[in-house]
């Protein structure tokens, strides 16, 4: 009887390491299929910016359906992957020099963000961004915002869609409730519009703003037109009808 129920044993537990083990390679191989197929790409041959990299994020393109963060817009410097008014960065490499804007929930990487290039970013801060009753919305804690904007600047983004649809954008800002564009594949794609003046830049809200069609799966270059009187935070862009109508 033992040697019968050790044997049974021994069989169901081969069989058992063997689903397991059959099972992972599926696993595997499916993985294998999905990263050897490319992602087609619709970024305009003449396009020479490429997505943001640095220590901590890895150079893939941001994905939609997601959140699109402003601060991580393409590298390729101005009139590449941006256009802004003045060279300096009048946050990481201006108001953030000064020690009380160096705030201790942060460290020396969102103080100095991207503080070579002309684009004027910052983060939340505690005594600026949450600690009020004003906000529609409260920001995270270390969020990085694209501020000090200027009439007619820009930034692109390459942005890998996972699904072709019509998405509905929400906007993650303060201040104004002006106008915003996003061009796709350097064609207007759609025209937004803030929902409500928030009355100050630390007053933030988060809401919808329009939607926006793409007609394909893969790269895509989107381009974000603002003017003066914002912080943007982020866009989150989410599918609400995978059929397209005058799509780009
Ligand atoms: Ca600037």
Redesign the pocket.
């Known amino acids: 009887m033992k040697k019968k129920s050790t044997l049974r044993l021994a069989v169901f537990g081969t069989l058992f390491i063997f689903l397991v083990f059959s099972g992972l390679a599926q696993e595997k191989l499916r993985e294998d299929r999905l990263n050897s197929n490319p992602i087609q790409s619709s970024v305009p041959a003449n396009y020479k910016g490429r997505p943001f990299v640095d220590s901590t994020h890895t150079g893939r393109a941001q994905v939609i359906p997601g959140k699109l963060e402003c601060a991580f817009y393409d590298l390729g410097g101005e009139g590449v992957a941006y256009h802004?008014?003045?060279?300096?960065?009048?946050g990481s490499g201006g108001l953030n020099l000064a020690p009380r804007h160096q705030r201790p929930h942060a460290t020396q990487y969102e103080w100095a963000f991207r503080n070579e290039e002309?684009?004027?970013v910052s983060y939340t801060k505690d005594f600026a961004d949450f600690n009020h009753l004003n906000n529609y919305y409260t920001p995270e804690v270390n969020q990085f915002y694209v501020g000090?904007t200027e009439d007619n600047e820009w930034l692109n983004y390459t942005v890998d869609v996972k699904i072709a649809g019509k998405y509905k954008i929400d906007a993650l800002y303060a201040n104004s409730d002006s106008k915003i564009s996003f061009d796709i594949n350097q064609t207007t794609a759609t025209i937004c519009k803030l929902p409500l003046n928030t009355g100050n830049f630390h007053h933030w809200n988060k809401g919808e703003i329009g939607t926006i069609s793409f007609s394909k799966p893969g790269l895509h270059l989107l381009t974000f037109h603002y003017n003066k009187g914002n912080n943007f935070a982020y866009f989150e862009f989410t599918l609400v009808d995978k059929k397209i109508q005058g799509a780009k």
Do not use: G, H, L, Q
């Open positions: 802004d008014f003045e060279t300096e960065n009048r002309a684009v004027d000090w």
